[in-house]
Nanobody, 124 residues
Framework: QVQLVESGGGLVQAGGSLRLSCAASGRTFSSYGMGWFRQAPGSEREFVAAISWSDGRSKYEDSVKGRFTIYRDDAKNTVYLQMNSLKPEDTAVYYC?????????????????WGQGTQVTVSS
């Protein structure tokens, strides 16, 4: 079992930066692939970024490539999402998720465990 708690969301102006954190409980955090998803009002949850546990590979949704970076610190049981050059369309609730698979996954169905989400609001 893995419990996930996100933090770091908030209100920021367009062009600004935020770093989201996802702290995980459980001794086997380093064996889980991690992902970030987001859901805007009236929209379905969508993939943002993911990182594997096995070799550190990462994957990004096209609209965030070059602006967002996912990375993990297994010693702290934490995965981060550094978000730069934020745009109003990045406004959403951001969720982190954990999967026991070895790969890098963009499908939400692959993930077993989810956090409660953290709100990110980008003003124009």
């Amino acid at each position: 079992q893995v419990q996930l708690v996100e933090s770091g969301g908030g209100l920021v102006q367009a062009g600004g930066s935020l770093r989201l954190s996802c702290a995980a409980s459980g001794r086997t955090f380093s064996s889980y692939g991690m992902g970030w998803f987001r859901q805007a009002p009236g929209s379905e949850r969508e993939f943002v970024a993911a990182i594997s546990w096995s070799d550190g590979r990462s994957k990004y949704e096209d609209s965030v490539k070059g602006r967002f970076t996912i990375y993990r610190d297994d010693a702290k049981n934490t995965v981060y999402l550094q978000m730069n050059s934020l745009k109003p369309e990045d406004t959403a609730v951001y969720y982190c998720a954990a999967s026991p698979g070895r790969g890098v996954y963009s499908s939400s169905g692959i993930y077993y465990f989810w956090g409660q989400g953290t709100q990110v609001t980008v003003s124009s």
